[in-house]
Nanobody, 120 residues
Framework: QVQLVESGGGLVQPGGSLRLSCVAS????????MDWYRQAPEKERELVAT???????NYADSVKGRFTISRDNAKNTVYLQMNNLKSEDTAVYYC??????????????WGQGTQVTVSS
């Protein structure tokens, strides 16, 4: 099984920055994608940023130029650097990690979520 622990959320003023971290542990053969999602109150969960095993990244239009996803494969960790935060970025942020097991099956694991609140 794969476990994820997220950290780095909090309260920040508009224009401020935060850095989220998500560490994967457990029985991991190969990590494929490591992604960040968010869910604002009364809204559906949406994809924020993706990071593939090959190093490619993609972003939601709403965060392009402000957020940066990166990963440290040696530490099984994915980060989300969030700059110039806006009130509309307020949400619970979740990481999702997809892996391939030693027998060739795939897993998809969600973190517990970390609250990001952007407010003056």
């Amino acid at each position: 099984q794969v476990q994820l622990v997220e950290s780095g959320g909090g309260l920040v003023q508009p224009g401020g920055s935060l850095r989220l971290s998500c560490v994967a542990s457990g029985i991991i053969f190969r990590i494929n994608a490591m992604d960040w999602y968010r869910q604002a109150p009364e809204k559906e969960r949406e994809l924020v940023a993706t990071s593939s095993s090959g190093g490619s990244t993609n972003y939601a239009d709403s965060v392009k130029g402000r957020f940066t996803i990166s990963r440290d494969n040696a530490k099984n960790t994915v980060y989300l650097q969030m700059n110039n935060l806006k009130s509309e970025d307020t949400a619970v942020y979740y990481c999702n990690v997809r892996t391939t097991t030693v027998v060739g099956s795939t897993t998809s694991t969600w973190g517990q979520g970390t609250q990001v609140t952007v407010s003056s």
